[in-house]
Every structure is written in structure tokens, then in C-alpha cells.
């Protein structure tokens, strides 16, 4: 609370800061987690300090409490928004999720305490113009939210304020750190902890299955924040260059379905582009009318192409989009498969610097390190977001049966291009 001391003085405001013990958290999760209807660890960490501050506001007296909520979106606040190459439309994206992210818990928590909580950054006009100003005054280097941090310092604000670096709410109040200490103290994850405050399900979702690491690691990070994965839906393309779908080896959906336990939804598509999506629209009615699905689960890195159409799909819909992976560090990525103990292998290959040999081959460590030599060498997207190649998941945490391949070939396009067909396989114990 160091910088929330210096913004008082400066400012001549009052300040009151409430501090709690470690052993008064889980009173409070256990008051919060119901009120917000959600045991997501992010929501709960952010929801403990907002708690805090209605809870003294309500003491104080105090009606209605301004919230700089949604500057982050509109001005680019964010790394995304630093790697992305249309950065309003990232905004946009952020936007349309920030209801199911952020609002409905902190309307909720302000209700409970029976305060009215007023957003100035979410104005309707202010958002339309926002998305109007173009992206050369909303980020330059790794310098964001310019235009806004310009203005804070013509108001008059100290530059040393308008230029401070973002800190998440759930890791400078330190209870990210809380919640990680006093679940460790029951041998359980932050996930598993938080549960047993609220033992309820987060929306039910379904999860794009292709078959792939990105789509299976995205599922992980759902069923790690306790959303409920309804089941999947994989779509099987006729068109192998698909730039919306998996190409090689979706069959295998049933068996990586078998092992997780999920239904799965599957739909054939010509693989047309743009009428494609058709297929994708009709499985996901399917999923809402069998499955009561909320959401849509994508395994997109750095796709605009595919994200944006899933989303289009999902607000026609009226069901969420969620993109857990979305520009996460492609060898980060691949660090934290291995680390999840997820095993996996290249199927296809269209790169220089692979070839056939790759094809089959348990990704491990060691690979890892040939790639991020061909990344320095060639350029090539480690995690294959550039179409350098495909993968095929073999086993994963929430499978209960890992995927063996017993017979495959290998169909050669060019040297740097090839496919390995599975023609059979099964599951077999772990």
C-alpha cells in the first residue's frame, strides 16, 4: 500500500488501509465465493481486497464508489494488446468478456454491501470513441496506455503516477499469496482449495477439441479454474489447409475424448472457408441444447483469424468465449506442457529445419531445445502458430488412459513437408 500512501499525499486525500491476518482469509472466501457465484482462483484473489474496500466503505457510509475498471481495455493496458497487430479490435475482444471477467463480481460484491459502483471508463461514448483513436496513441514501444497516461499528467498528476506499470489487484495486495500458502497448508492446488467454499461448477463450457496440444492445454486451464467442461466438439475438415480447422488425425477426438471422460460433439465440414463456420454454429447449438453450455473454449495463441470468428459465433449465439491461451509465450507454452506432464507429438511437419524425423516423436526437453535453436536460426514459431507443424496429444492430466499409436504412415509432400497418418490406435493404462 506504499504507492496507495504517495497517491494520498500527493492528492491530499484521506486513506484508510485495512490489513487481515492469514488465518482470516478463508472467513472471508467463505462469505465472497458465494456472493460472486464463482471459485475461479483469479476472481477470488481480485475478489478479496474489492471485498474489503465495499466492506469499509459500507462502514464508512459511503453510497457509491468510482472504480477505474475498464481503462485497461479501451486504452491497451495490457501485454496482449502490446503483441497484437490490430490493437482496437483487441480492445474490442477484451471488452466483450469483461462482463463474465470482472463486472458481474464486483456489481455483485458492491449489491452486497449495498453500494452503488459507477465505472467512468465504461461509458458508452467514451468506449465508442475510444475504439476510434488510433493504436500509435495507445501504445508505442513498451510503453501503453498513452493518450490516457498524457492527459493524467496535463490534469496535473505526478509523472511518477501516470507512469507506474499496472499490478494485478490479486498480487499487490498479496492475497494470490494467501490463498497459494493456506492451500499448500492442505496439500491441495489453489483450485481444489477454493472449491470448498463453493462447491459449485463456474459456467458450463465446450471445449474446440483438434486433437492438438493448444486445444488440450486449453481445456486443462479451464478444468484447473473449475469450469465445467461439458464436453467437446471437434469439427473434421475435408480441407487439410484449413486456416480454421486441425487437419491431420481428428479421428482420434473419440479416443481423447474416451480418456477424459467428456462427450464429444463432432461435425463434418468441406472445409469451404468462411462457410465452414456453419458447421462450427451447428455444433455449438447442439452443445447449448444438449449440454446447457455457457461458453466456448478455444485453444487460440495468436490466430485473430480464428478467435475472432469463435467469438463472432458465441455473441450470435449468446454463449461466452474464452481464450486461455491467447499470447502466452509460444516457448513458455511448450515449457509448461511438459511441466503439466501432457505428451505429445508432431504429426505434421511444413517448415524449413523439420522433417520427417520429427513426425511421431515425443516432444520432450530436448526438442524443446532444437527448436528454440531453429526459432534463432529460421524464425520459426516454436509452438507452430505458423503453420510449421501440428501436433497429436497423447496423454494429458485429465486423462484417465493414455493414447497409443499402432500403426502409421508417413505421406511425403515435399523435404520439408509431411504428415503421419494414424491408422490405428487405442488407449491403454498409464
Not at 50 to 58: H, I, M, N, T
Not at 121 to 141: A, C, H, Q, R, T
Not at 144 to 154: D, F, G, T
Not at 360 to 387: F, H, S
Request: with cysteine.
Amino acid at each position: 500500500f506504499i504507492w496507495a500512501q504517495k497517491v494520498a499525499k500527493e492528492l491530499e486525500l484521506n486513506l484508510n488501509i485495512t490489513q487481515i491476518k492469514l488465518n482470516e482469509v478463508s472467513k472471508y472466501l467463505k462469505k465472497i465465493l458465494p456472493i460472486i457465484e464463482d471459485n475461479n482462483v483469479v476472481k477470488a484473489g481480485v475478489a478479496l481486497p474489492f471485498y474489503l474496500a465495499a466492506e469499509e466503505a459500507k462502514k464508512d457510509g459511503v453510497r457509491i464508489l468510482f472504480s477505474g475498471l475498464g481503462s485497461e481495455e479501451i486504452f491497451a493496458g495490457y501485454d496482449r494488446h502490446k503483441n497484437s497487430l490490430k490493437i482496437n479490435e483487441e480492445c474490442l475482444s477484451g471488452l466483450r468478456k469483461i462482463y463474465e471477467r470482472d463486472l458481474y463480481r464486483d456489481d455483485t460484491i458492491t449489491m452486497f454491501n449495498t453500494i452503488e459502483l459507477r465505472l467512468p471508463f465504461l461509458d458508452k461514448n467514451l468506449v465508442e470513441f475510444s475504439l476510434k483513436i488510433p493504436s500509435k496513441y495507445k501504445i508505442v514501444g513498451e510503453r501503453n496506455k498513452v493518450i490516457l497516461r498524457e492527459i493524467a499528467k496535463r490534469q496535473g498528476l505526478n509523472e511518477e503516477f501516470a507512469e507506474r506499470k499496472k499490478k494485478a489487484a490479486q498480487y499487490g495486495s498479496n492475497f494470490d499469496k494467501a490463498i497459494e500458502k493456506l492451500a499448500k497448508a492442505e496439500n491441495k492446488n489453489k483450485s481444489q482449495y477454493l472449491k470448498k467454499f463453493y462447491d459449485f461448477g463456474n459456467v458450463r463450457v465446450a471445449s474446440l477439441l483438434s486433437t492438438g496440444k493448444d486445444s488440450c492445454l486449453a481445456t486443462q486451464i479451464m478444468l484447473e479454474q473449475n469450469y465445467a467442461v461439458s464436453c467437446f466438439i471437434t469439427i473434421n475438415s475435408k480441407n487439410q489447409d484449413s486456416y480454421m480447422y486441425h487437419g491431420p488425425n481428428t479421428h482420434l477426438a473419440k479416443l481423447q475424448s474416451e480418456a477424459a471422460g467428456i462427450p464429444l460433439i463432432v461435425k463434418e465440414t468441406e472445409g469451404e472457408k468462411e462457410k465452414e463456420l456453419e458447421e462450427l454454429k451447428d455444433a455449438i447449438r447442439d452443445a447449448i441444447k444438449k449440454y446447457k453450455i455457457e461458453g466456448v473454449v478455444t485453444g487460440a495463441l495468436f490466430s485473430n483469424y480464428q478467435r475472432e470468428r469463435v467469438e463472432k459465433i458465441c455473441d450470435e449465439l449468446g454463449v461466452k468465449c474464452f481464450s486461455p491461451l491467447w499470447h502466452m509465450d509460444q516457448s513458455k507454452e511448450l515449457e509448461f506442457l511438459l511441466n503439466k506432464g501432457f505428451k505429445f507429438c508432431m504429426i505434421k511437419i511444413a517448415a524449413e529445419g523439420l522433417d520427417k524425423s520429427w513426425l511421431g516423436k515425443i516432444i520432450t526437453k530436448k526438442e524443446l531445445d532444437k527448436l528454440e535453436v531453429l526459432r534463432k536460426k529460421l524464425e520459426i514459431n516454436v509452438a507452430g502458430e505458423g503453420g510449421e507443424y501440428e501436433s497429436l496429444v497423447l496423454d494429458a492430466p485429465f486423462f484417465s488412459k493414455e493414447l497409443k499409436i499402432q500403426k502409421s504412415r508417413v505421406l511425403k509432400e515435399s523435404n520439408i513437408e509431411a504428415t503421419l497418418i494414424v491408422e490405428k490406435a487405442s488407449l491403454v493404462k498409464k
